[in-house]
DNA sequence: CTTGGTTTGTGAAACCTTTCACAAGGGCGG
DNA sequence: CCGCCCTTGTGAAAGGTTTCACAAACCAAG
């Protein structure tokens, strides 16, 4: 088992962990493979093998323990912690992101922010006071956090994302509109909406080809 | 050329586009496989084969012509048009995506806006009438809107997807932490942030992992 | 204890994506 | 016009992921 696993595995693995929770909610005490599969529209034999990647969970002819499954998961994705954030950016996103509680119920608490803008510093959004760029690396380094957000506009979001990892941060969560690359090591995850927006302008236009051509 | 186009693909292109537009901007004429391959991560064969995908655009010995290709790639991705949005949910993430002037400037213009809230409906957020969930199919018909946003709780999620889709919309973002599954042809994006917050958990524990055993 | 029904774990096969490597074509200097 | 250098377009190879299919294991009922 377990060589490199693929980010298709690990996303699979969250969806996974996701409804076993539910269904750990709801009382249920084993599950099967193909219960697993639904809802993250995978198969039965991809939820196998994506598991069997980390080990052997299941009993045969009876299915997964919820509990036994939920834990082991969570170990794996690192989930059995809770995991601290340093947001860069209080705009829109930014102040979105403070205000969604459903970050710090799953385990994600954002510790510290930042913002450039005068007008901002030194006030408090959602609870949490509003550093200045300046005190990036000590404000950091005091509150541990492991994870850094950039929200930031594009033209600066490579260079705060360098001064996150030199302040220490051991991944980044990016969402300015622009590909980062890893350095050191530190992970780099990118959600832009552009992207995903322009993925879809895509597919429409291509069903229009599609029927245009056949009608 | 052309069969099925990957998602992977797609995601490039749009990249590619984007580094072309800036060139354009800046005035250069031609731009080669390999310099348009940088900032996107991938190598000079892989946008090669991207493109060949979709025909022939390039000179050898030269390159590409940057005007060309610009907009030989907004025909391929849909984009030499603009798209009207239609945003259900004005909450924490719905707001931040109204304000967000980004999303305009590429061609995607909210047109539309419905919430639950009473105390929402009737007023305006960033210039947009805010309308009741009961005018979902009046509104969208009458505004044209080709794309439906999902900013609401995960709980409505999939029930609002359903009824995007009944109003005719043909395309979905979705930003609720939940799979849904394309129906009838239409296509489904989920931006997902406790998944990728998640994925870097896990790479991070991993990182632990191997260092840990390693030290 | 045995039988039958069920579900896992996993090699092998199928499928898909990326990389390699090179012939074909184009431009430029002389 | 010729020869050299450069870059595309693309089959073939390599690499990766998903699906298939089945033996092994477990439970329950008789």
């Not at 069997?52 to 919820?66: A, L, M």
């Not at 950016?89 to 970050?103: E, M």
């Amino acid at each position: 088992m377990s060589g490199r696993i693929s980010d298709s595995t690990v996303r699979r693995l969250s969806l996974y962990l996701r409804m076993l929770r539910d269904l750990e909610r709801v009382g249920a005490e084993f599950v099967s493979s193909s219960q697993l599969a639904e809802p993250s529209g995978a198969t039965s034999a991809q939820v196998r093998k994506d598991l069997s990647h980390f080990g052997s969970f299941g009993k045969r002819g009876r299915g997964y323990s919820v509990a036994g499954l939920v834990r082991a998961l969570e170990k794996i994705l690192g989930l059995s912690r809770s995991w601290r954030i340093a947001l860069v950016g209080v705009g829109k996103i930014g102040s979105a992101l403070l205000g969604y509680g459903g970050l710090a119920a799953r385990g994600f608490d954002v510790v510290a922010a930042f913002d450039v803008d005068d007008a901002k510093i030194g006030t408090r959004a959602h609870g949490l006071r509003i550093h200045p760029m300046t005190e990036l690396r000590p404000v950091i380094a005091e509150s541990g956090a492991e994870i850094g957000v950039v929200a930031t506009p594009t033209e600066v979001a490579a260079e705060i994302a360098a001064e996150l990892e030199r302040a220490g941060v051991g991944a980044i969560l990016n969402f300015a509109p622009i590909e980062l690359s890893e350095v050191n090591g530190v992970p780099i995850r990118t959600v832009d909406i552009v992207l995903e927006l322009e993925g879809l302008s895509y597919l429409m236009s291509e069903a229009g080809r599609r029927t245009g051509s056949d009608a």
